[in-house]
């Protein structure tokens, strides 16, 4: 297993190929512990990933509001 970057500096789709390489290696390992670690990993990962594609989705993003008065 390869150690990734942080996950707070990778973008959501950075974060989907690590998680694509995680689940390759889980499916090769036997059950048991490495295996159950692993797949803990992979759970973070995803909510990481999926709070990423929240984070930067369009709609979150500040309105351009003109503050303006006169």
Known sequence: MRKIPKAVYL???ELEAV???RL???DELPDGPE????LKEIA???MYAE???WTESPGLKPVDVDHDEN
């Open 44 to 46: 973070q990962l995803r």
């Open 51 to 53: 709070a990423k594609r």
């Open 11 to 13: 973008t959501a789709a």
């Open 24 to 26: 390759a290696d889980a």
């Open 19 to 21: 998680l694509k390489e």
């Open 35 to 38: 295996r159950q670690a692993l």
